[in-house]
Nanobody, 126 residues
Framework: QVQLVESGGGLVQAGGSLRLSCETS????????MGWFRQAPGKEREIVAA????????VYIDSVKGRFTISRDNAKNTVYLQMNNLKPEDTAVYYC???????????????????WGQGTQVTVSS
Protein backbone atom coordinates (compact mmCIF):
# COMPACT_ATOMS: atom_id res chain seq x y z
CA GLN A 1 0.00 0.00 0.00
CA VAL A 2 1.48 3.29 -1.11
CA GLN A 3 0.68 6.21 1.16
CA LEU A 4 1.30 9.76 0.05
CA VAL A 5 1.43 12.56 2.59
CA GLU A 6 1.32 16.14 1.35
CA SER A 7 2.36 19.26 3.19
CA GLY A 8 3.22 22.89 2.52
CA GLY A 9 -0.11 24.41 1.58
CA GLY A 10 -1.39 27.62 3.08
CA LEU A 11 -2.52 31.18 2.51
CA VAL A 12 -0.28 33.50 0.51
CA GLN A 13 -0.65 36.84 -1.22
CA ALA A 14 -0.53 37.12 -4.97
CA GLY A 15 3.07 37.12 -6.15
CA GLY A 16 4.19 34.98 -3.25
CA SER A 17 5.63 31.48 -3.18
CA LEU A 18 4.90 28.12 -1.62
CA ARG A 19 6.58 24.75 -1.81
CA LEU A 20 4.45 21.65 -1.59
CA SER A 21 5.95 18.34 -0.53
CA CYS A 22 4.63 14.84 -0.98
CA GLU A 23 6.37 12.06 0.91
CA THR A 24 5.96 8.33 0.83
CA SER A 25 7.60 5.50 2.70
CA UNK A 26 7.51 3.24 -0.36
CA UNK A 27 11.08 2.13 -1.02
CA UNK A 28 10.47 1.69 -4.74
CA UNK A 29 9.69 5.37 -5.05
CA UNK A 30 12.00 5.85 -8.03
CA UNK A 31 9.85 3.38 -9.99
CA UNK A 32 6.84 5.65 -9.77
CA UNK A 33 5.86 8.51 -11.98
CA MET A 34 4.52 11.37 -9.88
CA GLY A 35 2.01 14.05 -10.61
CA TRP A 36 0.57 17.12 -8.96
CA PHE A 37 -3.10 17.85 -9.59
CA ARG A 38 -5.38 20.58 -8.34
CA GLN A 39 -9.08 21.06 -7.96
CA ALA A 40 -10.74 24.42 -7.46
CA PRO A 41 -14.32 24.73 -6.17
CA GLY A 42 -16.80 23.91 -8.89
CA LYS A 43 -14.10 22.78 -11.30
CA GLU A 44 -12.74 19.44 -12.38
CA ARG A 45 -9.43 18.15 -11.16
CA GLU A 46 -6.60 19.06 -13.51
CA ILE A 47 -3.00 18.06 -13.92
CA VAL A 48 -0.53 20.73 -12.90
CA ALA A 49 2.78 18.96 -13.43
CA ALA A 50 4.16 15.47 -13.74
CA UNK A 51 7.54 13.82 -13.66
CA UNK A 52 9.06 10.46 -14.48
CA UNK A 53 10.55 8.11 -11.91
CA UNK A 54 14.05 9.49 -12.32
CA UNK A 55 12.83 13.08 -12.48
CA UNK A 56 14.51 13.49 -15.84
CA UNK A 57 11.27 14.15 -17.67
CA UNK A 58 8.76 16.76 -16.61
CA VAL A 59 5.64 18.34 -18.05
CA TYR A 60 3.50 21.33 -17.03
CA ILE A 61 0.18 22.82 -17.97
CA ASP A 62 0.57 26.08 -19.85
CA SER A 63 -0.84 28.25 -17.07
CA VAL A 64 1.98 27.37 -14.66
CA LYS A 65 4.94 27.17 -17.03
CA GLY A 66 7.74 29.42 -15.85
CA ARG A 67 6.19 29.74 -12.38
CA PHE A 68 5.99 26.18 -11.01
CA THR A 69 8.71 23.55 -10.82
CA ILE A 70 8.21 19.87 -10.07
CA SER A 71 11.18 18.01 -8.68
CA ARG A 72 11.87 14.88 -6.70
CA ASP A 73 14.44 13.55 -4.28
CA ASN A 74 14.35 9.79 -4.61
CA ALA A 75 16.70 9.36 -1.67
CA LYS A 76 14.05 11.05 0.50
CA ASN A 77 11.05 9.48 -1.28
CA THR A 78 9.67 12.96 -1.79
CA VAL A 79 8.32 14.97 -4.70
CA TYR A 80 8.04 18.75 -4.56
CA LEU A 81 6.10 21.46 -6.29
CA GLN A 82 7.75 24.85 -6.05
CA MET A 83 5.19 27.51 -6.83
CA ASN A 84 6.36 31.06 -7.49
CA ASN A 85 4.51 34.20 -8.54
CA LEU A 86 1.26 32.71 -7.34
CA LYS A 87 -1.99 34.07 -8.69
CA PRO A 88 -5.52 33.99 -7.24
CA GLU A 89 -6.50 31.54 -9.96
CA ASP A 90 -4.00 29.06 -8.49
CA THR A 91 -6.27 28.70 -5.46
CA ALA A 92 -7.26 25.04 -5.15
CA VAL A 93 -6.74 21.85 -3.26
CA TYR A 94 -3.51 20.32 -4.53
CA TYR A 95 -3.03 16.56 -4.68
CA CYS A 96 -0.01 14.45 -5.39
CA UNK A 97 -0.45 11.16 -7.17
CA UNK A 98 1.71 8.17 -8.02
CA UNK A 99 1.67 5.31 -10.43
CA UNK A 100 4.21 2.75 -11.50
CA UNK A 101 6.01 3.73 -14.68
CA UNK A 102 9.20 2.56 -16.31
CA UNK A 103 11.99 4.68 -17.71
CA UNK A 104 11.17 8.23 -18.65
CA UNK A 105 7.44 7.69 -18.80
CA UNK A 106 4.95 9.87 -16.94
CA UNK A 107 1.18 10.30 -16.90
CA UNK A 108 -1.01 13.35 -17.31
CA UNK A 109 -4.47 11.86 -16.84
CA UNK A 110 -5.91 11.33 -13.37
CA UNK A 111 -7.23 7.89 -14.27
CA UNK A 112 -3.67 6.70 -14.89
CA UNK A 113 -2.70 7.34 -11.28
CA UNK A 114 -3.36 4.60 -8.74
CA UNK A 115 -2.33 6.31 -5.51
CA TRP A 116 -3.39 9.69 -4.18
CA GLY A 117 -2.58 11.93 -1.27
CA GLN A 118 -5.20 13.57 0.91
CA GLY A 119 -4.74 17.02 -0.61
CA THR A 120 -3.48 20.31 0.73
CA GLN A 121 -5.23 23.66 0.41
CA VAL A 122 -3.50 26.51 -1.38
CA THR A 123 -5.21 29.89 -1.17
CA VAL A 124 -3.86 32.93 -2.98
CA SER A 125 -5.32 36.29 -2.01
CA SER A 126 -5.37 39.26 -4.36
Amino acid sequence: QVQLVESGGGLVQAGGSLRLSCETSWRAFSSYAMGWFRQAPGKEREIVAATSGSGGTTVYIDSVKGRFTISRDNAKNTVYLQMNNLKPEDTAVYYCAASYASGSYYYTESYDYHYWGQGTQVTVSS
